[in-house]
């Protein structure tokens, strides 16, 4: 499904640079972006289910209000996913049954949400997500199957599969998504957009938390292009009052380093998923080989890297361990908030399996669990020291999965954990380590389904990516490249 030409189709296809251009210049006014953006989210929601909480009313409002925030994307339209970055009043149901059913909403913006704000964004609604963020599709038996809009059969993977999937659809230009195992970036990977997880503490999780799952969660946004992934970055980017820690200065405004040249890499690349004897699907070896190759004509040195390091058994050793203590605490965290007391039978059956299994897990088990992915990541880190500037891997080890194929109750949950477990592997370990990773759209199968490559660099340099990002993304443009079924 595709709209009829015209200005609407054109306007939909604008990055948020662009729509917030239109505005500054008096083109368009914040009120007729948001009321386009209405109108394709009706449109297309019907059979996508990216957005399951519209907040249309709202969003007329504030885009129509002589207080809206004279920032540099003022008036665009954007959603949110329905987990952690919460917006004040509006429902946050984080994938549950148990929040749903009360209509739970929360009492005020989260930090990065009011930065969101104050650099002009429009919230037009929540998008849908697995249940508690915990799986690589978006499947959840509170709200139903998100679809790919590639491919109406497969999934637009997870956690921020709502979120990928309006974006690359263009319902909106960008939305929010977060990052605890690879949540943005495997699905920007399903579905052909792009998606930058930051390095660790570049954006803030306050006011409520510290840190959530431990020290592996990074929050950002998905987009169509690499200008939109950095000029948004630059006004979310740094600690709040209360941080427990933050990651180092940029040298300059990230934007700056979108057309900057990236000079002359070391770029290695790797198609085994960590840990693995076998390489990722062959249309993933294709889509690394083909990259590799563009790179190399670029100018860049590019061999293929063991990185050796990334299968020390210490991270998937750790994982059970520490997963299920995280579903344990997410129980007892929504308890407390909730003011009733919820159980592993409250959860979907992998999330509850794990959630009993957390609650025997020790303070000492945590902590020894945590010190191993520490030491872990120090390994893995040092190849930025040694070997390579760059890193370049598949994002996802599989082409889009079916839909059904790990929805919540279709297998028994250990083979659930094991399908998650591997739809991770080349993701998570850039969570561990805190290392900025960014998912481009640069390759599609012969079945026209998008194929993401990661590109990994040093702790603290997103300005590599993205200048990296950017020469490609002009020697292979997929600006021009859109889902059969979009606005």
């Keep these: 499904m595709t709209a009829s030409s015209g200005p609407g189709e054109e306007l939909a296809w604008l990055d948020a640079t662009a729509q917030a251009d239109l505005v500054r210049r008096s083109v368009l006014s914040p009120t007729e972006l948001v009321e386009a953006a209405i109108e394709r989210i009706e449109l297309l929601n019907d059979k996508l289910n990216a957005v399951i909480t519209p907040l249309f009313e709202k969003a007329l409002a504030e885009a129509g209000a002589a207080r809206l925030p004279d920032g540099p994307f003022r008036g665009v339209p954007m959603l949110l996913k ?109 579905c052909g957009v792009v998606g930058l997880k930051p390095t660790r503490a570049r954006t803030t999780l306050g006011p409520r938390y510290g840190e959530y799952w431990g020290a592996g969660t990074h929050e950002h946004v998905l987009t169509r292009s690499v200008r939109d992934t950095a000029a948004v970055l630059d006004v979310t980017a740094g600690m709040a009052v209360g941080d427990p ?10 934007r700056e380093d979108v057309g900057a040249d990236p000079g002359t890499l070391r770029i290695g690349f790797r198609s085994t998923p960590p840990g693995a004897t076998a390489p990722a699907h062959e249309d993933c070896v294709a889509a690394v080989e083909h990259t590799a190759r563009l790179l190399d004509a670029l100018g860049h040195r590019v061999e293929p890297t063991p990185a050796a390091a990334l299968d020390s058994p210490a991270l998937f050793e750790a994982l059970p361990t520490l997963f299920s203590a995280i579903l344990a605490w997410e129980l007892e965290e929504w308890s407390e908030r909730l003011g009733e007391r919820l159980e592993p039978a409250d959860l979907e059956p992998m999330n509850g399996l794990l959630a009993e299994a957390g609650r025997s897990v020790t303070a000492a088990q945590w902590l020894s669990g945590v010190q191993a992915w520490q030491q872990w990541a120090r390994g893995v880190a040092g190849l930025w020291e040694t070997d390579v500037d760059v890193l370049l891997t598949p994002t996802l080890p599989t082409p889009p999965l079916p839909l059904g194929e790990l929805a919540p109750t279709a297998k028994d949950p250990m083979e659930l954990v094991a399908g998650v477990t591997k739809g991770i592997a080349f993701t998570l370990p850039f969570n561990v380590t805190g290392q900025p990773a960014v998912s481009l759209p640069l390759y599609r ?21 993205i200048r990296l990002a950017s020469q490609l993304e002009q020697a292979a443009p997929w600006s021009g490249e859109r889902p059969p079924f979009s606005a």
């Design 82 to 190: 329905d987990i952690l970055c919460h917006s004040a009043g509006d429902p946050t149901y984080g994938g549950m049954r148990a929040l749903r059913d009360r209509d739970w909403r929360a009492p005020q913006d989260s930090t990065l949400a009011a930065r969101f704000r104050s650099a002009g964004f429009v919230f037009c609604g929540k998008t849908n997500l697995p249940e508690l963020a915990t799986s690589v599709t978006t499947e959840p038996l509170a709200h139903g199957a998100t679809r790919n809009p590639w491919d109406l059969t497969r999934s637009p993977g997870g956690s921020s599969g709502g979120s990928a999937a309006a974006v690359a659809a263009g319902m909106v230009p960008v939305a929010h998504g977060n990052d605890m195992a690879g949540s943005i970036r495997m699905p920007a990977s399903a």
């Design 245 to 254: 820690y933050t990651a180092p200065l940029p040298m300059r405004p990230y």
């Design 445 to 465: 199968n012969a079945d026209g389904l998008p194929i993401g490559l990661q590109l990994v660099a040093a702790y603290g340099r997103e300005d590599v990516l």
